[in-house]
């Protein structure tokens, strides 16, 4: 009988005044998403097909993001595969970017599968708050980057 999968998954969205196809392209730049992104501390596209980038992520460890959705301007889904982490066994997650009021609804909603299921008894709270206060930060940055002022520190 096949173990259940222990994830903590966490949507967030937030409303940015550029619009979509301004949105989705800063986003999905990896030259620029440790500008914005205090988590990932460097990124590599290893393939265009599919889409493949190697991130290197703190208090994580390094794993591959790999798109199974790349729609520009809408949205993105991608899966992490090849992980190497003592505590995350995989995840994934996709991206929205809804046209409203002249700017963009970008939305994110990220799944982080952990290896032992005693982290899920135990942290699933604390993994859960510093995911969604990550996905916060990382987003305000773009955010205040995309509408020309300076990111928070």
């Known amino acids: ?12 969205t937030l409303h940015v005044d550029r619009p979509p196809e301004a949105v989705f392209d ?7 998403r440790s500008h914005w992104d205090p988590v990932i501390s460097d990124a590599v596209v290893v393939r265009d097909e599919p889409r493949t980038v190697r991130v290197l ?3 994580v460890g390094s794993y591959a993001i790999q798109y199974r959705l790349l729609r520009r301007p809408e949205r993105t ?3 992490f595969v090849d992980v190497r982490s003592w505590w995350l ?4 997650g996709s991206w929205r ?5 002249g700017g963009t609804d970008w939305t994110q909603t990220n799944t982080l599968e952990l290896r032992h299921p005693y982290l899920l008894q135990v942290f699933a709270p604390l993994i859960r708050r510093r995911l969604r206060d990550g996905m916060r930060d990382a987003m ?3 955010k205040a980057i995309l509408e020309g002022r300076a990111p928070s520190d």
């Open 77 to 79: 889904s991608a899966s």
């Open 57 to 59: 992520a703190e208090g």
């Open 97 to 101: 970017y809804d046209a409203r009021d």
């Open 89 to 92: 066994a995989g995840g994934g």
């Open 26 to 32: 800063y986003t999905q730049d990896y030259a620029t």
């Open 1 to 12: 009988m096949p173990s259940a999968r222990r994830t903590v998954t966490v949507t967030e």
């Open 140 to 142: 305000a940055n773009a």
